[in-house]
Each structure stands twice: as structure tokens, then as C-alpha cells.
């Protein structure tokens, strides 16, 4: 084959530092749009956005001349340096250093979109660590208590 071609839709979900409430209900659009700009200059466009004041849910199309820990890693430096500056922003905003990603199938698609669309109801029921303990449980991901939360 002459040519390297595939299909990778990532559900990405990070939080920010400590957790820490400092996404606003004003800020939110604007830095969700901010960073479906970086995915999109990265050739990994954004097919949802969605999360709550303390984390992002995000379901790409991971482009294959990336790695997806230099996708997220711009993700978050360009996005943390962009709210800082934000009139909605906070100075001491950052995000966690860590993030989870799960593959996403074409049979799953549709699921996973809803569920991102659907954060704000969501989590009126379970909490964003509860939330992520559950995701891995459920994708079979073995993870360190100690150093899931930064």
C-alpha cells in the first residue's frame, strides 16, 4: 500500500487542576470553540464538546501524523494560556496533568456522542471521579488511585 490511511475517533476527557470549578458558564462556548480550532489546525477535527466547570469531554477524529499525547498536550497548553488571557479567564487556571482517552467504534459512535452531549444532566447524578472510575472500570483499564488525580 502506497499510502497510510485509517480511522480513529477518540472519546478524550481531562479535568482541570485539582479540579478546581473555573470553567464558566460564559467561558464555556468560547473555550470549547477555542479548542475545536487547535484539533482542527492539528488535522484531528472535533466531532462534540461538551463537559462541565471542572472537565472537558472530547469525541475527534484522531488524525494518524499526531500522537494522541502531543494532540492533548497542545490541546492543553494553548487552551490553559488562551483562558488565562480570557475576560471570563481565570489567572490561575490550568489544567490536570494527566488525561483519559478511549477508542471509539463506528458501532459506538452515536452513544458516546449522546453522552457527551448529555454532561450537564449526567452529572446531576455522578461526579466527575466517579464518572472516570467508572469509565475505566468499564473499558477494563487498571489505574494507580494515587495518581489518577492531579
Not at 480513529?8 to 482541570?16: A, G, K, R
Not at 488571557?85 to 463506528?106: C, I, T
Request: net charge positive.
Amino acid at each position: 500500500m502506497s499510502q497510510s490511511l485509517g480511522n480513529s475517533n477518540m472519546h478524550i476527557v481531562f479535568s482541570t487542576k485539582n479540579r478546581e470549578p473555573l470553567i464558566s458558564a460564559e467561558l464555556e462556548s468560547t473555550l470549547h470553540a477555542y479548542i475545536c480550532g487547535i484539533c482542527k489546525f492539528l488535522k484531528s477535527p472535533v466531532h462534540v464538546i461538551n463537559g462541565m466547570p471542572d472537565h472537558v469531554h472530547i469525541l475527534l477524529e484522531h488524525h494518524r501524523t499526531i500522537s494522541l499525547s502531543d494532540l492533548v498536550g497542545k490541546i492543553k497548553s494553548n487552551s490553559s494560556r488562551w483562558v488565562k488571557g480570557h475576560e471570563y479567564g481565570d489567572l490561575n487556571f490550568s489544567w490536570q496533568k494527566g488525561f483519559g482517552y478511549f477508542a471509539v467504534s463506528r458501532q459506538q459512535f452515536e452513544v458516546v456522542r449522546k453522552y457527551i452531549l448529555g454532561q450537564k444532566e449526567h452529572h446531576k447524578k455522578i461526579g466527575f471521579q466517579d464518572e472516570m472510575r467508572s469509565a475505566y472500570a468499564m473499558s477494563e483499564i487498571t489505574f494507580d488511585e494515587r495518581y489518577l488525580w492531579d
